[in-house]
């Protein structure tokens, strides 16, 4: 276990009717202890789970893949700064990690592709295949696979909207050996 507590300062929100600062399990939350080595984060849509996710990674300077910028409408100029927020207890010490997000992840695949394009060598790391040459749920979990051999904080957002039942099952195994090993 790299983090063991999750601390919301609601008090310190610069606002309290703009998102993602009026998501109301954000304000009503001070600490999230983190107690098991793979913890999950459940809830309705919209209650904020991923937008936490991204916090606690911008926080523990994860980068957070992105595509290419597109013009989009923001309704709210704080979209992005809940990390500015919370704390996160290191147990001992930063250890390296990532952050997945279903959405982001086809950029990064298009992004090896081009790293590949003058190191095929890249691929390797990835089962030897492009990835996307591979289904959308084969992709994902050679990511997987290749990305969590290595020990660290991993911070998944929704890891099992391409999968398969099988995949999923196959995923959960992945998690549960990553918390044994580190």
Not at 84 to 101: E, L, N, Q
Not at 163 to 168: A, E, I, N, Q, T
Request: glycine share 8%; with cysteine; net charge neutral.
């Amino acid at each position: 276990m790299h983090i063991d507590t999750v601390t919301i300062r609601p008090e310190q929100f610069p606002v309290r009717d703009a998102y993602p600062f009026s998501i109301p399990a954000l304000t009503a939350t001070r600490e999230i202890r983190i107690d098991a080595p793979v913890t999950f984060f459940m809830g309705e849509n919209g209650t904020g789970k991923s937008t936490l996710l991204q916090a606690i990674a911008r926080r523990c300077g994860m980068h957070i893949w992105g595509g290419a910028e597109r013009a989009r409408y923001r309704p709210s100029p704080h979209e992005e700064a809940l990390h500015h927020y919370i704390s996160v207890r290191w147990t001992a010490g930063r250890v390296p990690g990532s952050f997945f997000s279903a959405d982001i992840f086809r950029n990064f695949a298009q992004n090896l592709d081009e790293w590949a394009s003058m190191d095929p060598g890249v691929l390797q790391y990835f089962g030897g295949a492009s990835l996307l040459t591979q289904s959308h749920g084969e992709s994902l979990m050679s990511f997987f696979r290749s990305r969590y051999a290595v020990a660290g904080l991993y911070l998944l957002d929704e890891p099992e909207t391409a999968l398969s039942p099988r995949r999923c099952i196959e995923l959960l195994t992945l998690l549960r050996d990553m918390g044994r090993n580190g």
